[in-house]
Structure formats: C-alpha cells, structure tokens
C-alpha cells in the first residue's frame, strides 16, 4: 500500500466553526507533513512530524492545530479560520523525515466563508 | 513554446518530442534538489532527485542536471507523452548545514502540456 489517504475531500467551514482535516498512511513511515497550496502556487510547508513528534512549525497559526496521535495518523484542526485561509491543504508523508521523496496525499480543498 | 509572466511558465510540446523545464534555485547551500509533478486533482508526485555533488541524474525517460554555477536545475522528459501532462515543480532542501528534516522549498511551477 503506497497510498496517503485524507478525509474529506471537500470542506466548506465558516468562521466560527471548528473542523479537522484527517490523514492517514500505512507505508511505516516515521515522518509526516502538513502543506497548503493556493491556486496555481507551490505547495508551502506547515508541519513536519518526525516519529509523532512535531519537529518543525512554520510559524503557522494558531488557527492550525496539528496533531498526531500514531505513527500511521495525522490530524490538522482548524479554528476560526479566514477566508484567506481557503486553499488545498496536503498531507505527505517519507519513511524518514530526512527523505526527500515524499508521497503526499491528494488533499483537502477547504473553502472558508 | 515556454512562456514566463505573471502566470506559471507552460510548455507546450508535441508527443513523441523531448521536453525540457527549467529552473532557477535560490539557496547555494541546499544539498538536494527534487522534480515533482503534479497532475489536475491529485497531490505532487515524486520524480527524481540529484544530490548537490552531482552534475547529472536519470531515471526512466528523465534526466535531471544541475548546474550550480548558475543555480540552474533541469527535468528532461525523453519521447513525452500525454499522460505527462501535468505541473512540474522543482523543490530544493533548506539545509543550510544542519539537518533539514525533508523540509521542501518548491519552485513556482512549470505547465506541461503535451499534444497528441
């Protein structure tokens, strides 16, 4: 199994409203990602966990809440997001967080309003 | 032709012809570069990497170079075909010496779109 599920595909929130992004994966890797990609932009780089310890935050913010409660699951909780905040959000994952040959899932297109 | 502007770069080519996609790299010190493709719907894909200490890499029908003189990478994709249509992004290492933890920089992108 080479595959990096997410759930759900589509999400449209508004303001006030908390949701979570889900991502899972069972290749036995040991390091997962968070990116977000805007329309016709390169994915950009949220969260890396490396063996369900976050090891880098880009400064993201608080609004973004990542978690990873096994080494095969990834979670992303939202809160009170703008609508700037509308985007594909990506999950990828390597068998080590020093690989660079990541496997990403086909994402969660949020839509704020 | 390649085109540059406010849009992403595209590349239209013919199949059955090589295609080539460039792209300029920011940081000297990054110690790996990436191809990614990224088809309509679906996350990126991995293609190929090269390691900085490297001139020249293939794969099956690609080949990536690098020159760092110019901090010039380069994906080409021999006898390109439509399911090759996609977007190509390049994506560098932000090492800067320590360990970089697979944290990615990509490029803007490039559209390829092949013509059957």
């Known amino acids: 199994d080479t595959e990096v599920t997410q759930t759900p595909k589509h999400l449209v929130m508004g303001m006030t409203n908390k949701k979570s992004l889900k991502c899972e994966q069972h290749m036995g890797h040991r390091a997962m990602y968070w990116y977000k990609q805007k329309a016709k932009k390169p994915p950009e780089l949220m969260f890396v966990?490396?063996?369900?310890?976050?090891?880098i935050n880009e400064s993201v913010p608080s609004r973004f809440s990542p978690e990873c409660p096994n080494s095969s699951l990834l979670n992303l909780h939202l809160h009170a997001l703008q609508p700037e905040d509308s985007a594909l959000y990506l999950c990828?994952?390597?068998?080590?967080?020093?690989?660079?040959?990541?496997?990403f899932g086909p994402g969660t297109r949020l839509t704020v309003t | 032709g390649e085109s540059v502007g406010l849009h992403l770069p595209t590349l239209s080519v013919q199949e059955g012809d090589n295609s080539i996609i460039n792209c300029a790299y920011s940081?000297?010190?990054?110690?790996?570069f990436i191809w990614y493709k990224q088809e309509s719907g679906k996350g990126p894909q991995f293609i190929i990497d090269?390691?900085?200490?490297?001139d020249k890499r293939q794969g099956q029908r690609v080949t990536v170079l690098l020159n760092k003189t110019v901090k010039h990478l380069s994906l080409q994709i021999a006898a390109t075909q439509p399911g090759d249509s996609a977007v190509y992004f390049c994506?560098?290492?932000?090492?800067?010496?320590?360990?970089?933890?697979?944290?990615?920089?990509f490029g803007q992108g490039t559209i390829l779109t092949v013509h059957p």
């Open positions: 966990y490396s063996y369900e310890k976050l090891s």
């Open positions: 940081n000297s010190a990054s110690d790996y």
């Open positions: 990828a994952s390597s068998q080590e967080a020093v690989s660079y040959e990541q496997y």
């Open positions: 090269i390691r900085s200490n490297m």
């Open positions: 994506a560098e290492d932000h090492n800067a010496g320590g360990t970089s933890y697979g944290k990615l920089t």
